[in-house]
């Protein structure tokens, strides 16, 4: 589509299709991408042009013309002017459904994890006034406010719904007040009645004190100590949540070593210390490790490691049973990610306020040892679209192979190569889509067999298989019948084609799938229609497409002139041990110079070597 020209202040209608990146609901229009601030997805509404960037059109709804049903009015006055707020404007129960999905996209777009179970999220006790941490900008005159993310036009604050009473009784005090700083952070604890604001200001308008190193905040009726600098969740109700869920999900019974990397000022550490033999935290900030030491007072079972988590790994007391992952919210190291592979503790605890993040990890640690088994998001944000979310991996056992597929070569050629396998004939219906490519259409086919099959297992590695002849870019399946089956073959006899297999595999437990296609060149030899007829005879090409086997040592119809062998056969070996070993599936043997004996050099996968037919 031909982009035309748009300008900031310009309004236009647009049809809202979906949630975009940060919360904004997305459209397109003649050629942009347009995220609107105030939207909903299934909305037509008018919308004004706030700011044409290079990738992306920025607006806000000034007028709804259909309205979602979960629409609800915003309360606050600040709202839509400024950014710290999304979804003020949807119901509630709406937003912890538009967040569940959020968390569910990221496996799928990032993650490559379609079958991943996502609980629904678990809801805040309260949705305003729940924030224990504000940031505030400081306008020309000293006053405090909020900065838009797109316009970067700063907006007066005198109230925040987000902040509860003890944030927003310091702002009152502070406005206007400020102009010797340009930026200035305040924390309170709701239930302690103690705070912190920086940095020092020196205005002696100012009548509370400031310049605060530390503050005490209280989650489950515990009091921490946390410095200025240090990370702690902003909403102490969900907080105390967020540690229910940890301690129910792995099943804490006393006897666990547990690791606690990335603990901050050791909120989870303390809380969990009860309920394990012992636990170890990592934290690199001296700053929260001396925090963490008071919080910890009293506990005996708790032991402090200072340093970064991928160095620590590699040198622990004792081999975990238990790690939580707790890392800022942009993950965690590559290097960190690969010792713990190293360590293969039995389970691992990732807590993420980032789902794309969160999924880019899991992918890592769910290709080599590990299979997610229970994800629950958390609504640590009300109002906004971020979540916070809570997944439990275990480390995988030796799985069962199944093939979603009753064809006997298939059962064949898995059986050559030792494998142990279930066969598990998934039956979904094999038809072409109006406008589908062959190879569209075979990687579909193959991944609804193999997920119909998937969708009844709870662990396990499914394979899905389909197959194609393609004549000038036609797709031949299987024959109806003998006059079908007379008649591929006489359209088939003495041509250059291509067989195109589509492949699917699925690690059920984690839910991450893989699906490729392969395709081969073949050269159909001018036989007679008696030899035809004898093959027809033979019922041999009757639940095959194009209705002959180049396999087929009586007939021998055709020859391989490039590509996989196995491929025309209907599973090419070659790319499925690649997939295997990828997704984790732990009982593969040395077959790699076996699988290449059935390929030609122009196969383009690894593994494969000459021909030796």
């Not at 059920?508 to 060149?521: C, I, S, W």
Request: aromatic share 6%; proline share 5%; charged share 25%.
């Amino acid at each position: 589509m031909v982009q035309q020209n748009l300008s900031a202040g310009e309004r236009i209608e647009l049809r809202l299709t979906s949630w975009g990146r940060l919360g904004e609901a997305m459209a397109s229009y003649v050629g942009h991408d347009v995220f609107v601030l105030g939207g909903i997805p299934g909305e037509r509404v008018i919308a004004e042009v706030v700011r044409v960037r290079r990738k992306y059109v920025a607006a806000i709804v000034v007028e709804v013309l259909v309205s979602s049903p979960v629409r609800i009015a915003p309360p606050c006055p600040y709202y839509g002017f400024c950014t710290g707020c999304q979804w003020q404007h949807v119901d509630y129960e709406a937003q912890l459904d538009a967040k569940r999905d959020k968390v569910s996209d990221a496996l799928k777009r990032v993650g490559g994890m379609e079958q991943i179970p996502v609980e629904k999220t678990l809801p805040s006790p309260v949705q305003y006034g729940y924030r224990n941490h504000a940031r505030f900008t400081v306008g020309k005159s000293g006053d405090l406010g909020f900065v838009n993310r797109e316009t970067r036009q700063f907006i007066h604050i005198d109230r925040c719904m987000l902040m509860h009473d003890g944030i927003n009784h310091i702002l009152e005090e502070l406005q206007d007040r400020c102009s010797e700083t340009t930026q200035l952070a305040v924390r309170a604890g709701r239930d302690t009645g103690d705070y912190l604001v920086q940095p020092p200001l020196k205005n002696p308008e100012i009548s509370i004190p400031t310049g605060q190193k530390h503050y005490q905040e209280s989650v489950s009726g515990r009091a921490f100590r946390v410095a200025s600098p240090s990370f702690f969740q902003v909403n102490v109700d969900q907080a105390a949540q967020l540690i229910e869920v940890v301690r129910n999900t792995v099943g804490l019974s006393g006897n666990e070593v547990l690791l606690d990397a990335y603990t901050g000022v050791g909120t989870f550490a303390v809380l969990l210390a009860p309920f394990a033999r012992q636990v170890y935290a990592i934290e690199e900030s001296s700053a929260a490790v001396e925090d963490a030491r008071q919080n910890a007072a009293g506990v005996e079972n708790l032991g402090f490691l200072l340093g970064k988590t991928e160095d620590v790994l590699a040198d622990l007391p004792q081999s975990p049973d238990i790690v939580i992952l707790d890392p800022p919210r942009a993950g965690c190291q590559p290097s960190a990610l690969a010792k713990l592979l190293d360590l293969k503790a039995p389970k691992i605890v990732y807590v993420s306020c980032d789902p794309e993040t969160l999924a880019r990890d899991l992918k890592v640690l769910c290709a080599d040892s590990y299979s997610v088994v229970h994800i629950q998001p958390v609504d640590m944000f009300p109002q906004t679209q971020h979540v916070e979310c809570v997944a439990v991996l275990t480390l995988s056992s030796s799985s069962p192979l199944i093939l979603a597929s009753g064809s006997p070569r298939r059962r064949e050629l898995l059986t050559e190569l030792g494998l142990k396998f279930e066969v598990r004939p998934s039956n979904a219906p094999e038809e072409q889509i109006e406008g589908e490519t062959a190879e569209e259409m075979v990687q579909r086919l193959s991944r609804d067999k193999a997920m119909v099959v998937a969708a009844d297992l709870t662990e396990g590695f499914v394979i899905g298989a389909d197959s194609t002849v393609v004549l000038e870019g036609r797709s031949i399946g299987k024959p109806e019948d003998e006059e079908d089956a007379r008649r591929m073959l006489m359209e088939l006899r003495g041509t250059e084609h291509q067989v195109t297999t589509g492949l699917t595999v699925v690690n059920v437990a984690t839910g991450r799938l893989l699906t490729e296609y392969m395709t081969a060149e073949i050269v159909m030899r001018n036989f007679t229609e008696e030899e035809m007829e004898q093959s027809i005879a033979s019922g041999t090409p009757m639940d095959k497409a194009g209705a002959y086997a180049v396999q087929d040592t009586e007939f021998r119809p055709a020859t391989l002139q490039g590509g996989c062998y196995t491929n025309v056969v209907g599973l090419p070996l070659c790319r499925l041990m690649e997939m295997l070993e990828e997704l984790g599936y732990e009982a593969l043997p040395d077959l790699k110079s076996d699988v290449g004996s059935h390929c030609l050099g122009s196969c383009p996968f690894r593994g494969c070597g000459e021909a030796t037919q």
